[in-house]
């Protein structure tokens, strides 16, 4: 098991600082936190907090809400600076060069309401040039190959809940960055579509393997999707435990999470979560 | 007629027509001329506005063609001018500090009052009634336009950093088409004073049109031509408005879709 004790041996290893993606997406990326410190005014958000995610994992923090852990997500996708401490994402320090390796999906989908759903999809693309017949190009074969076919040209308001956080993670992943920041993807999803969700998600970071970091409120989602979970203290966010999943991502989903096994690392998570929030 | 529509257009076709009803008895019966002292035929009955409206029809019909074309045309240049000055106020922070103030401010200057001024400046031809009718429009469409612009919910602004989208990239493919729909309100309100505009510009100075008609006729106290040509006007304010309404409807952004694009 990983210790966040280890962060100085996180040094990058698939990526040299060239060109974002210069090795491709795929493999994803290391990303190193040291001693990081964050707030707004008076507000300590993160107190000299230590990570490190290896290139491929999927790290899932979980802690009560409030905790820190979009704002944490915030810094990692260099779309601010901490006060003080140091992100490097695949070897570089700079936000910009962050910005570049981080694709961020936000807990409300976000699609834009007059674009259908391929065009949503491929605005990663569009943004950095491409044509619309280019972009939709790219985005086509991830339609077909994630339950999507023949809703490429729906617009979002006729798609249900779970069809547009699919859209929303396929525009994530055609950022083509190393790295996928999901902030609650489906904390806006009824149970029984969220199960399915995560199910989903399992098969597609099976094949598109990314440095993935998934912010959850919900222990049970964290603990199936993720290879390893950190368990948040209430602010400023310090990790109270890290557990190891048991079988991350097995299938079928309700097979997995009921095994006695993922009950036992569910309870300690959540004994933790309960201690870590006084 | 369905039963919604009748439902829905009943009550106020009543209220109009006991209105004109009431009106054509107290003109003919000479009550208004007698309560406000004046010779009866200076208060036209309705039938006396319709017979004008009929017998005028080819003079309302010109000159309501002049008026429309300084409304189309001011409006345009008021939609290009605050539509372009909200893009820039909200691109840049500090001009928008610098003027929304003043944009604010600007509202209480009379712009009917410096319309002679304008006629000084730009003579008697089309110029002085374009600048009426774009001032009095410019001001709910810039507010509007603005105030779109910066209801977007500044996670998709961080959603399309990510998505390696510049800053003018977020204007054009977020901003932009978010703000239309407030862009359609400002325009449908301004479309509506427009017609004020254009009727205080041909007051100032003009030899057609029909705010000029209404001057001609009120002088020769032909009243009921009067009234003519202000249900002209009125009817364009509400021709322009519907017209406006109808198209919000049918290209409105995302709530009806829009026709596909050839692929």
């Known amino acids: 098991m990983r210790t966040t004790a280890e962060a100085p041996d996180m040094e990058p290893r698939t990526m040299s600082g060239d060109e974002p993606g210069a090795n491709g997406p795929q493999g994803g990326a290391p990303i190193a936190l040291r001693r990081v410190s964050h707030g707004f005014g008076d507000l ?6 230590d990570l490190a995610v290896g290139a491929g994992e999927v790290l899932g923090l979980v ?139 399992a098969g597609a970071l099976r094949t598109e393997v990314r440095t993935t970091l998934l912010v959850s409120h919900d222990v049970e989602e964290a603990l199936y999707l993720c290879d390893r979970v950190l368990v948040l203290s209430g602010r400023p966010a310090r990790v109270v435990a890290e557990l190891a999943a048991d079988a991350p991502r097995a299938e079928p989903r309700d097979g997995a999470v009921s095994a006695p096994s993922f009950v036992a690392v569910r309870e300690r998570a959540l004994k933790a979560l309960r201690e870590g929030s006084r | 007629m369905s039963a919604a529509a009748i439902k829905r257009w009943l009550p106020p076709v009543v209220v109009l027509v006991a209105f004109l009803g009431l009106w054509e008895l107290a003109a003919r019966w000479d009550l208004i001329a007698e309560a406000l002292s004046i010779e009866p035929f200076l208060v036209p009955a309705p039938s006396d506005i319709a017979e004008a409206l009929w017998k005028d029809a080819d003079l309302l019909a010109d000159n309501a063609w002049v008026t429309l074309q300084e409304i189309a045309l001011g409006l345009a240049l008021a939609i290009a001018c605050g539509f372009g000055f909200a893009l820039a106020l909200h691109r840049w922070d500090l001009l928008r500090r610098a003027f929304y103030p003043l944009l604010m401010a600007s509202q209480t200057i009379p712009v009917i009052a410096i319309a002679p001024v304008l006629v000084v400046w730009l003579g008697f031809g089309i110029g002085p009634k374009l600048v009426v009718i774009a001032l009095i429009c410019f001001f709910p469409i810039t507010v509007n336009t603005l105030d779109g612009l910066r209801s977007v919910d500044p996670d998709y602004g961080r959603m399309m950093r990510t998505l390696d989208a510049g800053r003018s990239r977020i204007l054009w493919a977020v901003e932009v088409p978010a703000s239309l729909p407030f862009l359609a309100s400002g325009v449908k309100i301004a479309a509506v004073v427009s017609v004020i505009g254009a009727v205080f510009g041909e007051w100032v100075g003009a030899d057609e049109g029909l705010g000029h008609l209404i001057l001609v006729a009120q002088g020769q106290v032909q009243t009921a031509r009067v009234f003519a040509a202000v249900a002209v006007l009125s009817a364009i304010a509400i021709t322009l408005f519907g017209l406006l309404t109808l198209l919000e409807r049918r290209f409105g952004w995302w709530k009806p879709r829009q026709p596909k694009e050839a692929r």
Do not use: H
């Not at chain 1, 300590?44 to 907090?49: C, G, K, R, T, Y």
């Not at chain 1, 704002?71 to 910009?96: D, F, K, M, S």
């Not at chain 1, 190009?137 to 547009?164: I, N, Q, V």
């Open chain 1, 44 to 49: 300590e958000v993160l107190a000299s907090l």
């Open chain 1, 63 to 201: 802690g009560p809400s409030g905790c820190g852990k979009s704002t944490l997500l915030e810094l990692i996708a260099g779309l601010a600076e901490p006060e003080a401490g140091a992100i490097e994402v695949g070897g570089a320090g700079a936000a910009a060069e962050r910005l570049g390796r981080c694709a961020y999906m936000p807990q409300r989908d976000l699609l834009l309401p007059w674009l259908s759903a391929i065009d949503n999809a491929a605005l990663a693309p569009r943004n950095r040039g491409a044509s619309r017949a280019e972009a939709r190009a790219a985005a086509a074969p991830l339609f077909e190959r994630f339950g999507l076919k023949g809703f490429e040209d729906s617009r979002p308001d006729e798609l249900s809940g779970g069809m547009r956080q699919r859209v929303a993670f396929l525009r994530t992943l055609l950022a083509g960055k190393p790295v996928l920041l999901l902030d609650e993807p489906f904390a806006a999803l009824d149970a029984i579509t969220r199960g399915e969700m995560q199910e989903w998600l």
